[in-house]
């Protein structure tokens, strides 16, 4: 059987003293140390989705930004497009007239050139008509 003597006492105070002791130095201490860890971990993953929020609505903004740009510069592309297509058939336009007036003044030179050439044939008709009957019926 266990008997129960003043040892048996002596250690169970002897027990409490140094559990006391090792909690009073020992295991509040640590316990301290891992509930302020906890705390600023705590915080610093607080500060860390914060972060991540402001960075996806950081994104998100500049998508949406992205996209106006785009839509913005496709309709600026199309308005220079129609300005461009505006400009270029005035100028075809501007061109064409230009040309047109080239070849009348072109065509007029020509019919006037061409009178001048067949009324000078036509003077000279006369005289190429008596050199070749002269020569025909001096062959003759």
Do not use: C, H
């Not at 640590?30 to 915080?43: L, P, T, Y």
């Amino acid at each position: 059987m266990i008997d129960l003597d003043y040892t048996f006492f002596v250690q169970l105070v002897n027990f409490l003293v140094i559990l006391t002791v090792l909690n009073l130095i020992l295991y509040r201490p640590i316990r301290g140390i891992i509930k302020k860890r906890a705390e600023v971990m705590s915080q610093k993953l607080g500060t860390i989705e914060d972060f991540a929020a402001k960075a996806e609505a950081k994104l998100e903004s500049y998508k949406i930004a992205l996209s106006g740009a785009r839509v913005e510069a496709q309709q600026l592309r199309v308005t220079l497009k129609a300005e461009g297509v505006a400009v270029e058939s005035s100028v075809l336009a501007v061109a064409g007239a230009e040309a047109a007036d080239k070849v009348a003044a072109a065509r007029k030179e020509i019919d006037g050139q061409k009178q001048t050439a067949l009324k000078a044939l036509r003077e000279e008709v006369s005289t190429y008509a008596k050199n070749v009957a002269d020569k025909v019926l001096s062959k003759a």
